[in-house]
């Protein structure tokens, strides 16, 4: 197994462009979500998903869209990058069950100039 | 929303020592799941250990431990003979049980190990 696995890891934007995150596990895991990490605040999280079809929001929603059309793929969208929005993204997942692990992605650095 | 809070920022120990890293957390839910990542330079983040909230022992893997106060809300890690691999930051977390997937991170403490 791959894991989780997000690209690219590395990514610089301009004010107001846009772009898409990726995000694939291949553990067929229900559940998957986007935080960001910022120095000295640890991880929000940013927008979840409880399976293909369904997502909502969490702490920091704003400036974000999500969709999961599969079980194995959870894009985070910018919509309007701003420099606010530069960060460290991580995609994390895990099964349905309540006392599973959730296994994270090895991040993207994203910086808005 | 819960609230995790880490109170040190940093901390160093000795190679072979033992330490114990703080966190307390704010919940009016009985059953919960608590957490404790290690992030090293890689930025990787790695589960180091869990404790359920109904389990009155202590979670152990290995050289780490915890110590679960319910009634206090605190969940503090101890690592004893530390190694140099253990240098990392560390994040506390928590998760209710009914709920879709929503954890709540502490902001860390960055553990250097001294040789």
């Known amino acids: 197994n791959a894991g989780v696995t997000q690209t690219p890891k590395f990514q610089v934007l301009k004010t107001g462009q846009s772009m898409t995150l990726q995000c694939a596990q291949d553990?067929?895991?229900?559940?998957m979500s986007w935080y960001r990490q910022d120095p000295g605040m640890g991880l929000r999280l940013i927008h979840y998903?409880?399976?293909?079809?369904?997502?909502d929001q969490g702490e920091v929603p704003n400036g974000y869209n999500v969709s999961r059309s599969t079980t194995e793929d959870f894009p985070l969208r910018l919509l309007s990058a701003a420099p606010s929005q530069t960060s460290v993204y991580f995609c994390?997942?895990?099964?349905?069950?309540?006392?599973?692990?959730?296994?994270f992605g090895p991040g993207t650095r994203l910086t808005v100039l | 929303a819960q609230t995790v809070t880490q109170s040190q920022p940093e901390m160093s120990v000795q190679e072979a020592e033992t330490v114990t890293l703080s966190c307390t957390y704010d919940?009016?839910?009985?059953?919960?799941?608590l957490f404790w990542y290690k992030q090293p330079p890689s930025r990787q983040m790695i589960l180091v250990i869990r404790?359920?909230?109904?389990?009155?022992q202590n979670a152990t893997e290995n050289r780490f431990s915890v110590n679960f106060q319910k009634a206090a809300k605190s969940f503090s890690l101890k690592i004893s003979d530390s190694q140099l691999g253990d240098a990392a930051m560390y994040f506390c977390?928590?998760?209710?049980?009914?709920?879709?997937?929503?954890?709540?991170f502490g902001t860390g403490t960055s553990l250097t190990v001294i040789p």
């Open positions: 994390a997942s895990r099964r349905q069950g309540s006392a599973d692990t959730q296994y």
């Open positions: 553990m067929n895991h229900e559940y």
């Open positions: 998903s409880v399976g293909a079809g369904i997502t």
């Open positions: 919940t009016s839910e009985s059953d919960y799941y």
């Open positions: 404790q359920e909230a109904y389990k009155q």
């Open positions: 977390a928590y998760r209710r049980v009914f709920t879709g997937n929503q954890f709540y």
